[in-house]
Nanobody, 120 residues
Framework: QVQLVESGGGLVQAGGSLRLSCAAS????????MGWYRQAPGKQRELVAA???????NYADSVKGRFTISRDAAKNTVYLQMNSLKPEDTAVYYC??????????????WGQGTQVTVSS
């Protein structure tokens, strides 16, 4: 079993910054990718940014140039640096990770979500 714990959400004014963190723990043999999704009220969950292990990050068009995803492989942790925040970035942000467990099974796990609210 793999658990993801997020932190770093909160309330910020438009133009401000926040940094989200997500740490994966449990029966992890390897992680193939980690990423961030978000879900605003009344909308579907959407990809914000993702980074495969050893690969390049990809971003939603709406956050390119403002958000940066990074990973610390040694800590099984992924970060999302969010700058120049806009009210439309308000959502619950979810961490996602996929990989292989120590007993050879594939896993795909979600964090509990962290609220990001951007005031105008």
């Amino acid at each position: 079993q793999v658990q993801l714990v997020e932190s770093g959400g909160g309330l910020v004014q438009a133009g401000g910054s926040l940094r989200l963190s997500c740490a994966a723990s449990g029966s992890i043999f390897s992680i193939s990718a980690m990423g961030w999704y978000r879900q605003a009220p009344g909308k579907q969950r959407e990809l914000v940014a993702a980074m495969p292990t050893g690969g390049r990050a990809n971003y939603a068009d709406s956050v390119k140039g403002r958000f940066t995803i990074s990973r610390d492989a040694a800590k099984n942790t992924v970060y999302l640096q969010m700058n120049s925040l806009k009210p439309e970035d308000t959502a619950v942000y979810y961490c996602n990770a996929g990989g292989t467990t120590t007993w050879g099974k594939s896993f795909g796990s979600w964090g509990q979500g962290t609220q990001v609210t951007v005031s105008s």
